[in-house]
């Protein structure tokens, strides 16, 4: 890809993630057999029925409105459904969208990866091996814990099922074999035939279909769970020896030791997560990133009251030295729901010009959740410290002060030798006072931003 950043996930940056997993009417956590028998037309048959793509109008939005330093489409969700032309199941779209994304997304000059989940997959084809078909969290495999966690589970979900079965069917003598027969199979382990190794060559196979077809940038698996499951240690070996530069990651690896990924990423859902999570892992020498929706929840496509919202969590994660992405989920014409359109729009526009001032710069190793050294004269107002050259970045993360003008204080013990203190990007040179050992700043409310203030610190 001709002028593309080759160390693109090495930097902070803002992505998104184009999701294809919600369909109105369907939480997350869904029953399966239900589910699957609304994909199927009367013989059968699969009957793809949406959520549709829209595959030029994302990567339009992509470069034009969110102005994102990469981009991911969920190729796999948990329900199994392949967005693109896989020779290994009839379960997939008649429409290769794995190909457009990937053939719009280079012309478009941006990095993108593919969204595979790796832990659940409800493709029927895989019933026969299903442990849990009436719920989404079921792996098709437990790893070293298989046996000892099969039974008890199989022993809870039994027992307890069939206590709820007796009491809300107390009064239904009628077919009481038939529904409870119909019901146990909904629910029962396959213990004695759980058998994941076919899964597993099932999800080899196809991550080659998908790295030899569409050559993506990275891989952004879903997800990794010590222990109890063994999909991301196949993954990690398999990529490592057969397509080691093939960018690749795993959700929930944040925090983890892994043998082998080029980044790490966890999700957060609101400001307070954002807030913890980047802080925590601020001074990761592992690259790393932190995902959300752009949404409320990831089925809930309700905009955010607070429309700043989005925006202040990006600037906590980037400036704090990782990547930001949002999930955008689409309606069943492939349509993005145009209010969350409308907020991830301002984000792009709030962005663009900050870009460089996140993406070349790294984060200040300090420990807590405050820059050393420095003080504001109110609590609505948090730091976040970083380096750009030989320049320093101040981030003065704004949770909600109003037209108000506020002091900042530099110890000049921690903070000697200060020349010219500036506003960014605007570049606003503000004058300050020096103290016995203090150096002081007043920013005016007109100067305030209502997201992010950057101050550049020139020693």
């Known amino acids: 890809m001709e002028g ?7 930097k902070p940056g803002l992505g998104i993630m184009f999701q294809i997993e919600h369909r109105p009417g369907w939480r997350w956590n869904r029953n399966f057999d239900k589910f699957n028998a609304s994909m199927r037309d009367k013989e059968g048959n699969f009957r793809f029925n949406g959520p549709f793509c829209k595959i030029e109008d994302w990567i339009a939005f992509s470069k034009e409105k969110a102005k994102v330093d990469y981009h991911i489409m969920e190729i796999k969700w948990h329900d199994g459904i ?4 896989t020779k290994l199941t009839d379960w997939k779209t008649p429409v290769d969208y794995g190909k457009q994304f990937a053939e719009e997304s280079k012309k478009a000059g941006i990095p993108f990866m593919f969204y595979y989940s790796s832990i659940f997959d409800h493709n029927p084809m895989f019933d026969e091996i299903q442990p849990l078909r009436c719920a989404t969290v079921s792996h098709l495999d437990y790893g ?16 307890g099922s069939w206590l709820l079965f007796r009491y809300y069917n107390a009064k239904v003598p009628v077919k009481k074999k038939e529904k409870r027969a119909k019901y146990f199979d909904q629910i029962r382990l396959h213990r004695f035939h759980l058998d994941p190794r076919r899964y597993e060559r099932y999800m080899l196979r196809q991550l080659i279909e998908l790295v030899e077809n569409y050559n993506p940038d990275g891989l ?34 944040l925090g983890w030791d892994l043998k082998w990924s080029h980044y790490l990423t966890a999700e957060f859902h609101n400001l307070k997560m954002a807030w913890s999570r980047a802080n925590k892992y601020r001074n990761s020498k592992i ?8 949404a409320l929840e990831w089925d809930i496509m309700e905009a955010r009251a607070n429309p700043l919202e989005i925006i202040r969590m990006a600037a906590i ?9 949002y999930g955008m989920a689409s309606q069943m014409d492939g349509s993005l729901y145009p209010e969350i359109v409308g907020q991830i729009e301002q984000l792009g526009r709030w962005y663009h010009p900050r870009r460089n001032l996140f993406r070349e710069a790294f984060p200040l190793k300090y420990k807590g959740k405050k820059v050393p050294g420095i003080k504001i004269d109110t609590k609505s ?19 909600g002060i109003k037209n108000a003008e506020i002091q900042v204080s530099f110890k000049q013990k921690r903070w000697p030798n200060i020349q010219q203190i500036l506003i960014e990007p605007q570049g606003i040179d503000i004058p300050f006072k020096s103290g016995t050992d203090v150096i ?10 209502p997201i992010d203030t950057i101050l550049r610190l020139k020693t």
């Open 4 to 10: 593309m950043d080759k160390d693109w996930w090495r």
């Open 82 to 85: 392949c967005y693109f032309n």
């Open 144 to 159: 070293r814990w298989s046996k000892p966690f099969v039974l008890l589970l199989d022993l809870i979900l039994t027992f």
């Open 220 to 253: 952004w698996m879903d997800w990794y769970q010590l222990d109890m499951d063994r999909s991301a240690s196949i993954i990690m070996d398999f990529m490592k020896e057969k397509y080691p530069n093939i960018i690749l990651t795993f959700n929930n690896s």
């Open 287 to 294: 690259p790393w990133e932190l995902i959300g929706p752009a």
């Open 317 to 325: 994660i980037m400036a704090n030295g990782g990547k930001a992405v």
């Open 381 to 399: 107002i948090k730091t976040i410290g970083a380096r750009l050259d030989s320049d320093y970045l101040i981030h003065l993360i704004n949770f």
């Open 440 to 449: 002081f700043i007043r920013i005016h409310k007109e100067e305030l931003d």
